[in-house]
Nanobody, 125 residues
Framework: QVQLVESGGGSVQAGGSLRLSCAASGYTYSNYCMGWFRQAPGKEREGVAAVRTRGGTTYYADSIQGRFTVSLDNANYTLYLQMNSLKPEDTAMYYC??????????????????WGKGTLVTISS
């Protein structure tokens, strides 16, 4: 079955960096696009970044544009999110996602097919 396993979360001070990874397995990799979502306490899950597994087109939320970079290692079926210039408002659980709606941008979370269990990112001021 589809498995998405995140790693790389942690606690850093504002202005710092983190790199999240998501290892994908259990499906034909090129059938789905991938992305990152996040959910802060009391808030709805929101799309952060998405990328096409064919072609590599990327999509970003306005709130992280210019600070975060999403990338794929197609040879190893791994998705990354490089996060720089982190802010306290970036604090959230970050989830890896896979699904065809992500091929067209930051799809609503309820349209996404598959999820990882999440990795916690905490940014202190």
């Amino acid at each position: 079955q589809v498995q998405l396993v995140e790693s790389g979360g942690g606690s850093v001070q504002a202005g710092g960096s983190l790199r999240l990874s998501c290892a994908a397995s259990g499906y034909t990799y090129s059938n789905y696009c991938m992305g990152w979502f996040r959910q802060a306490p009391g808030k709805e899950r929101e799309g952060v970044a998405a990328v096409r597994t064919r072609g590599g087109t990327t999509y970003y939320a306005d709130s992280i544009q210019g600070r975060f970079t999403v990338s794929l290692d197609n040879a190893n079926y791994t998705l990354y999110l490089q996060m720089n210039s982190l802010k306290p408002e970036d604090t959230a659980m970050y989830y890896c996602a896979a699904g065809r709606p992500l091929c067209h941008g930051l799809a609503p979370y309820y349209n996404v097919n598959y999820w990882g269990k999440g990795t916690l990112v905490t940014i202190s001021s």
